[in-house]
């Protein structure tokens, strides 16, 4: 007798990771940011130390006794370089028959559903690593937590720690894991974003870094038949644009 037949149910994309911690830009119109990416203009929440100062010199200093530095100036960040825009896709073919185009349609569907936050992720962590151009380095997780929250609290705002998943376990046994409502928090409130595409992306580096926000298109599922090859193709496919306005610090692990 021939093996009963049996099609798991689709199961869920986990909850931690990248997108559970975007702030998603909704769209109500042409994506025009597939052709040039997205521009994240400074709104003055991170860079604060170039425009902010201490008086000190005497209330009734002259003109002639003030320094360059007793000067009032607000300078201004430069606006970091554009957030290019990406495709992920995810493709299944089979036979012509109708159960198999239901079977590839739906394939294909799940597929992209599963795999597209990790490489959304691993291209991201590319250009966390493009503009952490000098890292710090740490012996541990909790020195570098620290140092994250240092830099962090120079800021004086709630950030986003982005780490590999395997840094979760790690961070429980040193009580670095606070739950808070659906995700998980350090000591001092900042957001972990463990994300299975920074395995690779990031390896053994930590990345704080300010409020992520994204932009993406609707899911398009297309597909095509080759008749002579007796194949129904379906490709599921969007694009995605996510950025930050600072990235705050990043610490390498030893």
Known sequence: MLAVPFTPPPVNPAPNGLYGATQWTPETGPTR???????????????????????NADWCASLDDLTPDDRKAGLRPENPAPFEAMTVWAADECDLTEPSQTEVHQRAAQVFRLEEQNAVERQFAARL?????NPGQADDIVDAVSQLEDAL?????QGFIHASTGWAARAAQANLLIRSGTGLTTPLGHRWVFGGG??????????????????RSDVQVRTATDERANSFIAIAERSVVVGYERLVGAVEIG
Do not use: H, K
């Open 129 to 133: 690593l493009t503009d952490s151009d």
């Open 153 to 157: 609290g120079r800021t004086n705002t």
């Open 33 to 55: 940011w597939l052709d040039g990416g997205v521009q994240i203009r400074p709104a003055g929440n991170y860079g604060g130390e170039t425009s902010f100062g201490v008086w």
């Open 198 to 215: 920074y395995i690779a992306g990031l390896t053994s580096t930590l990345m704080a870094t300010s409020q992520p926000f994204g932009w």
